[in-house]
């Protein structure tokens, strides 16, 4: 089994010098290059939560191993289900505010790395392509290693652009000014001016 914490780690191995690399390179701001390498740990924990633990010690055959895997591909079936037929509060929560927050953080921090990701409709796009990617990635798991209790469903997707949605929210109401951060490349309320 390799555990979620591992799974993290070795994602950070890879991500992490990734980011030292652009900020190196790039010389942003000190949010900036905080916002990067705050992103890099980030999208590490994001691949250890989605894809951990692998349970990958022998005990049985790769890929389909006769389990049942669920999958929807009808959006709001699933997030349907959770409030119309009675499922536990407990689970409920964990689901839908598990996939809310997923992605959240991407949503926030996207616009402080880069300008370009500063428009609502290019946060969603790379949430989109990220949460399908995990998807795909979870597909990937259940066909070499097993199930693993994993389903693929639309419906996270769904959540997971609506986090990120929320985030750029979040990140738009702190930036001040039209552009977001006046071009200074900072992020925070500022002062009225007193003229």
Do not use: H
Not at 4 to 13: G, P, Y
Not at 77 to 99: A, C, H, M, W
Not at 151 to 172: E, K, P, S
């Amino acid at each position: 089994m390799i555990p979620t914490q591992t799974l993290a780690l070795l994602a950070a191995i890879l991500f992490v010098p990734i980011g030292v690399v652009y900020v190196s390179r790039e010389r942003p701001s000190p949010l900036r290059a905080v916002a990067v390498m705050v992103t890099a740990l980030y999208l590490a924990l994001v691949v250890g939560v989605t894809l951990g633990p692998l349970p990958v010690d022998g005990g049985f055959e790769p890929g389909f191993t006769g389990e049942s895997v669920e999958m929807n591909l009808v959006p709001f079936k699933t997030i349907g289900r959770y409030f119309t037929e009675g499922v536990s509060p407990d689970l409920t929560t964990r689901q839908v505010g598990g996939n809310l927050l997923l992605l959240m953080p991407l949503g926030f921090l996207l616009p402080i790395v880069s300008r370009a990701m500063r428009s609502l409709g290019r946060v969603l796009s790379v949430a989109l392509v990220v949460s399908v990617g995990i998807e795909i990635l979870q597909v990937l798991v259940i066909i070499t290693v097993g199930n693993a209790g994993r389903a693929i469903d639309v419906d996270d997707v769904i959540l997971n652009a609506a986090g990120a949605a929320v985030g750029w929210l979040a990140w738009r109401l702190m930036a001040p000014g039209p552009g977001g951060d006046g071009g200074s490349g900072e992020v925070g309320r500022t002062a009225p001016s007193k003229s």
